[in-house]
């Protein structure tokens, strides 16, 4: 059996070993497959797991060996998952891939936009608090968390990862999501609609997979909802924002 990783160094850039792989068969590594290369590296091949190449039904029709697509990543997207289901190929990601790493990232971003901490880094460097005569320097005012709400669209294990962060941080979490896990209801979080998401949130934080439905998602109507002080934080997929309704969202105000 003949395996490939198309895209290895995203996950995996040299700390951790693939050669368990070995007992399933002959495998090749590679750390970054470019689209024209896909085809010459995967043609063989009964696996191919991937990160971010695509692999899309033009591609896997000329895959005929192909048994098992492995996403080493949390969402589908990359992949023509119908395609795949109807010649039997099974299609598998890693639910709790980057969990921890991601609900870390959002509240990093919120904290940068609240502390400033890379603006007054730089100020510091610069000489600028040695020069000023008040020793509580600061450049920007401090926008504490504290009994803020914060919005989070998607509500699978990354939201609630970034539910509990909140929690502990004494924020007020509202969430919408379409479906409501045992695991969240358990966790008794307040859920709302999105519009009334979008209304009563400081900071609106997007946590949902790309599909069919939520590409756009946030688009002028829904900015258009939000406070016009809100923060908006997105660490999903790209696709869910609407980017040049993003761009007149800021450039007007609007948030």
């Known amino acids: 059996m003949e395996i490939v990783i198309l895209d290895a160094y995203t996950t995996n850039p040299g700390d951790l070993s693939w050669n368990w792989l070995g007992e399933f068969g002959e495998y090749t590594v590679y750390d970054f497959t470019s689209p024209d290369q896909v085809l010459e590296r995967a043609k063989d091949c009964e696996i191919v797991f991937t990160n971010k190449t695509e692999l899309g039904s033009n591609l896997l029709s000329a895959l005929p060996k192909l048994k098992y697509i492995g996403l080493l990543s949390t969402g589908y997207n990359i992949v023509d998952t119908e395609y795949a289901a109807g010649r039997g190929i ?3 990601n890693i639910p709790s891939y980057s969990k921890a790493a991601v609900a870390q ?4 971003h919120i904290l940068e936009l609240c502390n400033q901490v890379g603006l007054h880094s730089a100020a510091v460097k610069s000489g600028e608090w040695v020069d000023n005569r008040n020793f509580c320097f600061w450049k920007t005012p401090l926008i504490e968390l504290y009994q803020k709400t914060i919005g989070i669209i998607g509500f699978g294990k990354i939201g ?3 539910a509990d962060i909140a929690e502990a941080m004494e924020m007020n979490v509202l969430a919408y999501t379409p479906r409501i896990s045992n695991q969240a209801q358990r ?7 999105l519009d009334e998401l979008l209304r ?11 599909t069919p439905t939520t590409q756009n998602m946030a688009n002028a ?3 258009s909802k939000m406070k016009s002080s809100a923060f908006f934080i997105n660490t999903s997929r790209g696709a869910v924002v609407d980017e040049q309704a993003l761009a007149r969202a800021l450039d ?3 948030i």
């Not at 990232?105 to 990093?108: L, V």
């Not at 009563?200 to 790309?210: A, F, G, K, Y």
């Open 252 to 254: 007007k105000d609007i």
């Open 160 to 162: 609630q990862a970034v």
């Open 221 to 223: 109507d829904f900015f």
């Open 90 to 92: 099974p299609v598998t």
């Open 187 to 193: 966790k008794n979080f307040n859920f709302v609609e």
């Open 105 to 108: 990232m959002t509240f990093a």
């Open 200 to 210: 009563l949130s400081d900071i609106v934080s997007m946590h949902c997979p790309l």
